[in-house]
């Protein structure tokens, strides 16, 4: 290797590193599933209701994934993050006021309207972060190289609940996890405002938003754009349910069980992540999505014998259906992200915003699960998050549907 191509691969490897700490803030929308089990408790609410609080997050990428692709064509991808850092900041910000300051219903007002900013900051961030690490990297290793973001920010989203039950435990402040990542967020937001990034250059900012949806009228945008949502709605749903699956059948401790099984879910998760990085690369699309839809279909198997069992449950059928569920759903969304991106390169920013917003999968598939568990018992909400565990698996078997031209 010449001296010349060594500095461009360093400069590279330095443009890039701010950019795989963004997705570190990125999985700060993780938390909520966390915050979401200890609020249920303080203020005694309802599965149904609790998982509310997963709405108020991803409710927003119904409304501000497709202006935020616009908003990419006229400012740029970095700046874009930038901006959803920000916002992402202000997040942090309201829970440690509203613990610091006030109790009762003003508390609660703050932590939904925070819940509210992570959101919009998470739409924001997702939106442009993904497309701007087709500056580093084109082809079929774009799906590879979003795993690995997604492996990095599968770390913010297991640290939470271990900050938070140490918190509560040492500090009696669960909520210290809010003040450890803004922190942590201000740092993010520094280094990548140092970073410099040759982007394309923005659109003339023709596009419409009327544009932008047309484009879901092209049935491979609307099967991977179907499949993100399954991966979140998956993905949140069991996040805030598992925990109180186990529960529920146990008895233990709600606080322990909730670190524990949102920890197994999120190892095993982050060990996808790491796994599909080095093996997307030596595999197809195809082959990554049929492995992902069995995995996940086995998990919602394991899940639906352990809710019916009534009596002395299996519980290690419970950990390897969280496992499974966990590994299996770490690569779905790169897989049909990284698909759609490269089926229409020429309008990435726009595909990007409808992509994303498939995010709203994670206001859809909560609540529903939650009041189906409040109807049926646990295993109304394990049919919910199965169907999106199906819609995986039978992609993955007629993937060639897929594979048509534009």
Known sequence: MSNE???TANAGLKAIIPVMFA???????????????????EFALADGTANLFTTMVFFWFLIFSVPTGMLMNKIGR????????????????????????????????????????????????????????????????LASTLTTGQFVKAFASLFAPYIAIWGANQLGMWWILFVIYFVVGVVGYILLALDKIEEPAPDAGTTTIAKCFKLLGDPIILLCFLGIVSHVGVDVGINAQAPRILT?????QFTSIAATATMVYFVARMIGCFTGGIVLQKISNKLGVRICGVIMTLSAICFAIFTMTSVNPPVWLFWVAVALVGFGNSNVFSLFLSHALMYRPERQNEISGLMLMGLIGGAIFPPIMGVAADAMGQFGGILVMAVGCVYVLVVGVFYKVLEKKA
């Open 78 to 141: 970095r700046k874009t993050v930038l901006w959803s850092i920000l916002v992402t900041l202000v997040a942090m910000a309201l829970p440690i006021i509203a613990y610091t300051v006030f109790e009762g219903t003003p508390r609660l007002v703050l932590i939904v309207a925070s819940f509210a900013f992570l959101g919009i900051g998470n739409t924001l961030m997702q939106v442009s972060l993904n497309p701007l690490l087709t500056v580093f990297v084109k082809g079929d290793k």
């Open 23 to 41: 997705f570190f803030v990125m999985g700060f929308v993780d938390l909520v599933g966390t915050a979401t089990n200890y609020v249920k408790g």
């Open 5 to 7: 191509t060594a500095k």
């Open 248 to 252: 529920e059948h146990t008895g233990d």
